[in-house]
Nanobody
Framework: QPQLVESGGGLVQPGGSLRLSCVSS????????MGWYRRPPGQGRELVAT???????LYGDSVKGRFTISRDNAKSTTYLQMNDLNTEDTAVYYCHDWKWDAWGKGTKVTVSS
């Protein structure tokens, strides 16, 4: 039911930072647990981070300590702050609504010199 639209991707140098946003519409956003997943080139989809409606968070091992997921219910937006980016973080990043099993179309992040 909800529509998810990611933004904020782009080209960044190793060691740099990006902040991704996911705007949700068509649902009661505050009742959904949200997540970020990514698909590196030539690889499968992997978990990046999740955040519940109670603001509990979980991170994939490869990003823990570098990435932070957050949400602003007033703006129906889920964020992913990415710091200390490495070339291995290059991927298309997807927003996910756990309640509705809804996905965004993704935003591409390229980490390169």
């Amino acid at each position: 039911q909800p529509q998810l639209v990611e933004s904020g991707g782009g080209l960044v140098q190793p060691g740099g930072s990006l902040r991704l946003s996911c705007v949700s519409s068509g649902s009661i956003f505050e009742r959904s647990a949200m997540g970020w997943y990514r698909r590196p080139p030539g690889q499968g989809r992997e978990l990046v981070a999740t955040i519940t409606d109670g603001h509990r968070t979980l991170y994939g091992d490869s990003v823990k300590g570098r990435f932070t997921i957050s949400r602003d219910n007033a703006k129906s937006t889920t964020y992913l702050q990415m710091n200390d980016l490495n070339t291995e973080d290059t991927a298309v990043y997807y927003c996910h609504d756990w309640k509705w099993d809804a996905w965004g179309k993704g935003t591409k992040v390229t980490v390169s010199s």
